[in-house]
């Protein structure tokens, strides 16, 4: 029986490294994302396990072993796809395991903008009970969201904003049909000025880097919120600390940054009406362990040769990992 030798970089929950020790054909090498070792590991390993750590031409090179690398998670700005493509080697991601959490988190952050939790807690903490006689903190219901993109998260998203009496706008180009219950627009201006909530949910593309810019956000309604849960960079963050600082919007709340951590003295940070969230959306102690557990099964499943080619974005790659799947 042969032996493979797995490199995880990041943290991944219990649930995955149990099935793969369970399995005695894998050994692990298990790494914090950014590790100064990743290259030794690297070296040795038949197949990765990613959360951050960049997978460029370097590391790729310094892989000569390397077949098979499984994302944790659905996001792959960080790996360099055409490199593996050109060594035969596919990358799977973990599929449709984060999305409800995803979901959640997005609906969580307009409801802590709309009751202004952060402010709140903040001001009885600091004994200021009168800050209720503000009576600033508004209502989801009756309001209008825009969701800019409508995939799997998207659709989720609507579900939970229409439960709460929201009105839903869709702004998705590859919007083929426009489900029951929300209305598209063809135009993401035509949104912006409607929307009381505009909530981010489309993938980081040279089209889509800083989509939500300065004339963006001034198309944007007075008093809106904005909410970005899927990639950072989809916003021009100094712009948008221009729009809060001049009152033009109510908040924003942003799990996501264009660069991660942000510095402590990144001005959006201290821009008001500002919610921060750690690029935790999917960071739920049950959707960590469907993702890990996901990852091991891709890794198990391609040396099985039964990986499930849906979950492989460089689909090019599988025609020259075909002798490579499987027990060699």
Do not use: W
């Amino acid at each position: 029986m042969t032996g493979y030798r797995v490199a995880i970089f990041g943290q991944i929950e219990e649930t995955g490294r149990s099935a793969l020790e369970a399995d005695a054909r894998f050994s692990l090498a298990c790494l914090p994302d950014h590790a100064p070792g990743r290259f030794e590991a690297a070296a040795d390993a038949d197949a990765i396990i990613v959360r951050m750590t960049p997978i460029d031409t370097d590391l790729i090179e310094a892989a000569p072993r390397l077949r098979f690398v499984a994302r944790h998670g659905v996001g792959h700005d960080t790996v360099d796809k055409a490199a593996l493509t050109a060594r035969g080697i596919p990358l799977a991601i973990t599929g449709d395991v984060n999305s409800g959490a995803v979901a959640e988190h997005a609906l969580a952050l307009m409801l802590a903008a709309a009751k202004r939790v952060v402010d709140y807690d903040k001001a009885v903490k600091a004994g200021d009970f009168a800050i209720r006689d503000s009576f600033s903190a508004g209502e989801l219901h009756g309001k209008t969201a825009l969701l800019v993109g409508f995939g799997r998260i998207g659709r989720k998203v609507a579900a939970l904003a229409r439960a709460f009496g929201m009105d839903v706008l869709v702004f998705d180009p590859l919007l083929e049909t426009t489900p029951e219950g929300v209305t598209s627009v063809s135009r993401l201006e035509d949104g912006l000025a409607a929307a009381d909530y505009v909530s981010l949910h489309a993938p980081k593309t040279a089209r889509t880097t800083h989509l939500i810019d300065a004339e963006a956000l001034a198309r944007m309604k007075p008093g809106a919120t904005l909410i970005n849960v899927a990639r950072g960079g989809l916003v021009d963050e100094a712009a948008l600390s221009e729009a809060l600082l001049s009152g033009r919007l109510r908040a924003a709340a942003l799990d996501v940054f264009e660069n991660e951590p942000p510095a402590a003295d990144d001005p959006v940070l201290s821009a008001p009406g500002l919610i921060a969230t750690p690029h935790s959306a999917a960071f739920t102690s049950e959707c960590a362990a469907r993702m890990s557990m996901a990852c091991a099964r891709n890794v198990i499943d391609f040396f099985d040769g039964g990986l499930d080619p849906d979950l492989v974005v460089n689909k090019d790659a599988l025609a020259n990992a075909g002798a490579s799947g499987g027990a060699a």
